[in-house]
């Protein structure tokens, strides 16, 4: 099944002083190419979804999408371009501040989408949901456009609204771990 992988680096960076995290580096080099090594192998298409510093994310090498909302309107407003854009029946949407993807991800969200026949799958580690890294039926893109239009732009509500499962991934949760302050930059380098 056809996966279009959507790499969410369109936000502001206020936890990071303004900068750009996707750019910033993890053990010598910017995050979101540990993002992208890590998630190429899972899925047949690469999104980057961001709103500036364009020209530094198109030299990845793979297409960069803009959000339509304008004013940094979240990671929702990002999944809307993507599923307006992707060539697949499913997308994946993952961080760039999250060197440490697992292999299997893409693997484990689709079968349990299919196995319940959800809308989406999205991780879980513990008791914590963990929103941005979720695996879609792009068929869920109205509802999504209906719920931005409305003003909505909570990951976790618009999620609620559909047929959703939680994939535990409690035995890996160090994987999902998002890089928001220097610290959290330094101790996770120290981890990898």
């Known amino acids: ?76 407003a990002g999944l809307q371009k993507g599923l307006q854009v992707a060539e697949s029946a499913y997308v994946l949407t993952v961080p760039c501040d999250s060197p440490l993807l697992p292999p299997n991800l893409a693997s484990r969200l689709m ?7 959800a809308d989406l799958a999205v991780v879980k580690t513990g008791s914590q949901t963990q929103p941005v890294f979720c695996l879609y039926r792009t068929s869920v893109l109205p509802s999504l456009e209906q719920y931005l239009e409305s003003g909505g732009r909570k990951v976790e509500d618009w999620q609620n609204s559909l047929e959703a499962v939680s994939v535990s991934f409690t035995d890996n949760a160090k994987a999902f771990s998002n890089i928001n302050t220097r610290d959290e930059l330094t101790m996770l380098e120290g981890i990898a």
């Open 111 to 117: 079968n349990s989408l299919i196995k319940h026949d």
């Open 1 to 76: 099944m056809s996966i279009t992988g959507i790499v969410l680096a369109g936000g502001k960076g206020s936890r990071m002083d303004g900068v750009d995290k996707g750019l910033v580096n993890f053990n010598g080099k910017p995050m979101v190419e540990h993002v992208l090594e890590r998630l190429a192998p899972q899925v047949d298409q690469i999104l980057i979804s961001a709103n500036r510093e364009i020209a530094q994310y198109e030299a990845l090498g793979y297409p960069v999408i803009q959000d339509d909302i304008a004013g940094f309107a979240g990671p929702l």
